[in-house]
């Protein structure tokens, strides 16, 4: 059965710096990330063994299910967080998704102003998310709220900013904003722009 791996760091813990400090990426990767993919392989593992012993009772299976769907989506948006981010980041996308922005989201800095505010305000812990919605071939801004709660609906994110308190709290304290303001000065447009490209199929 295939399982899980955490994914290597693209840079160094430190070269995301001053933006976002080494101690907090290191325990954000090394400890938090590993965590959901441990937790993810574990719960398959249960799952598959209530499968064979026929111990599939609702309660049970709930249970692991949401737990299950919790670790691995944790695995997912870190692993495209990590990407998402560069020591060389900053800037604004060109190209087609600086087009599909203009199109769907009002401009650039429209769209900066909601996903910062998505990302400041989401109520507890979770996510700012821009995804590509398939439905309506459009992007859109999102709340994902701990790792999973609304993204059964199929979109797929783009451009993912961790507002868990893990990601910033060491550094920024409760002022959750500074944190996300920095975050533009990392994006890294060429991995979100690729993964337009797939989403979309441009």
Same mark, same amino acid.
């Given at each position: 059965?295939?399982?899980?791996? @955490?994914? $290597?760091?693209?840079?160094?813990?430190?070269?995301?710096?001053?933006? #976002?400090?080494?101690? #907090?990426?290191?325990?954000?990767? &090394?400890?938090?990330?590993? %965590?959901? *993919?441990?937790?993810?392989? $574990?719960? +398959?593992e249960? #799952?598959?063994?209530?499968?064979?012993? =026929?111990?599939?009772?609702? %309660?049970?299976? *709930?249970?692991?299910?949401?737990?299950?769907?919790?670790?691995?989506?944790?695995?997912?948006?870190?692993?495209?967080?990590?990407?998402?981010?560069?020591?060389?980041?900053? =800037?604004?996308?060109?190209?087609?998704?600086?087009? &599909? #922005?203009?199109?769907? +989201?009002?401009?650039?800095?429209?769209?900066?102003?909601? @996903?910062?505010?998505?990302?400041?305000?989401?109520?507890?812990?979770?996510?700012?998310?821009? &995804?590509?919605?398939?439905?309506?071939?459009?992007?859109i801004?999102?709340?994902?709220? =701990?790792?999973h709660?609304?993204?059964g609906?199929?979109?797929?994110?783009?451009? *993912?900013?961790?507002?868990?308190?893990?990601?910033?709290?060491?550094?920024?304290?409760?002022?959750?904003? =500074?944190?996300?303001?920095? @975050?533009?000065? +990392?994006?890294?447009?060429?991995?979100?722009?690729?993964?337009?490209?797939?989403? %979309?199929?441009?």
């Amino acid at each position: 059965m295939g399982t899980y791996a @955490l994914p $290597d760091m693209p840079y160094d813990y430190s070269a995301l710096e001053p933006a #976002i400090t080494g101690e #907090i990426l290191e325990l954000h990767h &090394a400890k938090h990330h590993a %965590a959901y *993919v441990k937790g993810a392989n $574990d719960t +398959l593992e249960q #799952i598959a063994e209530a499968r064979e012993k =026929d111990q599939l009772a609702p %309660a049970r299976l *709930v249970g692991l299910e949401k737990t299950f769907a919790f670790n691995l989506s944790g695995h997912v948006l870190h692993s495209i967080f990590w990407q998402n981010l560069s020591p060389d980041g900053g =800037d604004r996308p060109d190209g087609a998704p600086a087009t &599909a #922005i203009d199109e769907h +989201l009002g401009g650039f800095e429209a769209f900066k102003k909601q @996903l910062t505010t998505a990302t400041a305000s989401v109520q507890g812990s979770g996510w700012g998310v821009l &995804a590509w919605e398939p439905l309506g071939k459009r992007l859109i801004v999102e709340q994902v709220y =701990d790792h999973h709660g609304n993204v059964g609906h199929g979109a797929t994110p783009l451009l *993912v900013f961790d507002a868990w308190e893990h990601a910033y709290y060491l550094q920024y304290k409760n002022v959750r904003p =500074d944190y996300v303001t920095k @975050l533009w000065d +990392l994006v890294n447009w060429t991995d979100v722009s690729a993964r337009y490209a797939e989403a %979309a199929g441009v």
